[in-house]
């Protein structure tokens, strides 16, 4: 058996992963079904990059970014129907560039004002492209100076009515570009990058900043014109994770961060001063903030190593609740993700681990109301997206197998 190490997340994985497993679902108060398991699987266990989903015209999608073998021809970005995990269209990635992270986070966006909303992915052809959305022909193709590991973003950064497409790549590279694929800026920084970025009204001005959390924990944040705003130091730690919401109600969002060694720290997004930190224990993941328990407060909901989830008061960092998601041992816990699975109005977080087990839990005291679980590993976070139009958001889970799980929740 061989091992992969992402470092982003420290030692992970075992690959040569297994294809369709044994299935268990459970229920507290929610009922979980599985809709489909796509037919994405790869001869390695270690896929990491999360699935995004949309509502694309009539029908819903599935861009599934699926890693293989070195040398393989397994390596793709996958649009999967959303209705029942059949393949639309897939773009190849040649086999000579074909790895573990041969495909970045995809987003989808309207990138180019078509009125169209493309999929945008990196890859390790060392180049971001834009794909129509269901033929999956290329609108976009511009280069970067590493292979891209974070999802793209398309914003309006000035406050001018024009798209830019922001990525960088994991040399921690800062690219923006025109939809004609014209370089508007570039800025280098010295260090992998690993975490999301985040995108953000972060100083309060109504414009979006766009922030970037290093391997070498700076943190940084950047305006239209691709000038720094503030850059800090996460105390000496990796930053893996980042979000981002107002946590303090002043008009401003915060930048939240998430290191390898254990802190989770909400940063001032105007100034870039530290409002609070908590340690959690190694490999501290954040992702989904909201007001679940409906107290007029967000929350920030995160989790680490020993697959503990816990709401974290958004102004003080004080924990509210805590729950234990498995009890088996854990390499990693992805950060959790928020939304509407019953579309009823009030927000449930969906929880993945490591052991391939998927937790729907109650925001308002932890408390979980359905699991589902499959015998093949979790590296990353859940996907919510409504793609049927009934006013529920779906999920969507990548497994380590290149698998692609979908899942409805009732109740």
Known sequence: MRRVTLAALGAVLLVLGSGVAAVTLTGGSAGVSEAWV?????????????????????????????????????????ALHASNGSTMWEAAIPSANCTIHAVADPAVADFDGDGVREVLASSTTEELR?????????????????????????????????????????????????????????????????????????????????????????????????????????FGESVGWTASADLDDDGGAEFVVATTAGTVAAFDGATGETIWTRSLGPFAAVGGIGDGDGDGDPEVYATARDATLRALDGATGEVEWETTLTSESVQMTPPPSVGDLDGDGDLELVAPTNDGLVSVVDPADGSVVGTYEREAAIFTHATLADTDGDGADEVYVQYGDGRVVALRVDG
């Not at 029908?59 to 021809?73: D, E, H, L, M």
């Not at 570009?177 to 508007?184: E, I, K, R, S, V």
């Open 38 to 78: 796509s037919d994405t699987g790869t001869s390695i266990g270690g896929n990491h990059h999360a699935v995004a989903a949309a509502s694309v015209g009539d029908s819903g999608v599935v861009y599934a970014p699926i890693s293989g073998r070195s040398g393989t021809g397994e390596c793709r970005l996958a």
């Open 130 to 234: 834009a794909y129509h959305p269901t033929t999956g022909a290329v609108e976009l193709s511009v280069p970067l100076t590493d292979y891209g590991y974070t999802r793209p973003a398309v914003v309006d950064l000035a406050g001018d009515g024009q798209r830019e497409v922001v990525v960088v790549d994991v040399r921690g590279t800062v690219f923006s570009y025109a939809p004609d694929g014209t370089q508007l800026w570039r800025q280098n920084l010295t260090g992998t990058t690993y975490a999301p970025p985040v995108v953000d009204d972060l100083t309060g001005d109504g414009t979006a900043e766009f922030g970037v959390g290093l391997g070498t924990s700076t943190v940084a944040v950047f305006d239209a014109g691709g000038e720094r705003v503030w850059e800090r130091e996460a």
